[in-house]
């Protein structure tokens, strides 16, 4: 069992101490089925404040290639750079970046913006005495099985009782449609699907054998022919009687209209995930070079994560200042909103800088995988870049 220590207005005093969350541990994985009618009990459930049965669909739902390429490419789009800064605490605000960049931000930006996902999202913190700071040094994301509503408001499911979250943990919510709720019924369609193909090539998707023998045959023709069917069946060599016919019936089938089928619900997968259907379209692309669009979330959905995040980091902010210095207004958190600029764009316009007079430090190079000797200069205008 974890326990933390905390300080008041800058101070340490162990006698301010506070168990990390207990949950009820008697609590199992949700047992799902993918059909409608399960969807529909879980949903009401939902609606009703429990989203165990939903959620764990959801997850399961994560499995798929299609869910999961589209949601790495969301996720990408708002792992950015961040600033945290303070007027005039700038130092203070300094070791506060240092702290959240050894806490693996990536990784907890991914934790908070599962709000977003599933409906919400809680993520609990250890905390260490590291230099006569608290601070947190490892974050855990609590699964949503252990949490339901009571009257709007997320609470620890105990069973026949229910127990307030901890305020030392981040309770992310959304109050939105979550992004996975309407990728279930696609993904339920296509699951429906896939069985529904694979039994009717079972069935039919082979040729059918037929043998023929005379009215009136014996039976030892019959018993012949049979053998010879299933000889024919299993191995495609057999004999047959003289007074007998086998006959190979191919089915009418086409595989095209499943493919259509799919690709029906991965380009729902990809326009409720990604705000577009290029990761259907333009999936051709992924064979032959980069394609920065093709699993790359629209802007405005970009944006729409970041501002989600902001809000949650800036609380931790909070939380770690009002611990170790606990005066004054916290520092600023935020995240950098700017277009991403491609490398040619880059380079492009380091050439014009430099052809503009400027001295190009060669860290810039670096910055784009180049490896820079120690001993490079940095470059004039009279050493021009397009010599290189």
Known sequence: MYIRTFTLMGRFDPSLTCVMIKVNEKIHDAVVRFSPSFYNRAYKSFRRGDPRDLIEMMNIAE???????????????FQRQFTISHGSRADDAAR????????????LFKSIQVGVLKGF?????????????????????????YFKFVKDELRLD?????????????????DEIPVLLPVLREYILKTFGLEAWASFLERFGEGIILGSYPPGAQQPIIDELNTAVNAVASSSRGIKPNNTDIEIVESARTTGDFDKFNDVCDTAFAITILGHANAVKNSAGLQVGENNSTYYAKRDIILDDIYYIEPYMQQLVEMIWSRNVGVGEAPEFVIDKKDAVSISDQLEIIQ?????GGEVDPSEFAKLGLRVSDSQEVLKKDRSLSSY
């Open 121 to 145: 999202s809680v993520i609990d913190f250890e905390w260490e005495i590291v230099d006569g700071w608290q601070v947190p040094v490892s974050f855990k994301p609590l699964p949503h099985k």
């Open 352 to 356: 014009s800088f430099a052809d503009l």
């Open 63 to 77: 499995s798929d290639s299609q869910v999961f390429g589209c949601l790495n490419g969301r996720r990408a789009g």
């Open 96 to 107: 506060i970046s240092q702290i959240i960049k050894k806490l693996k931000p990536r990784k």
């Open 158 to 174: 105990f069973g026949k009782t229910t127990k307030e979250i901890q305020d030392t943990a981040l309770v992310c919510l959304n």
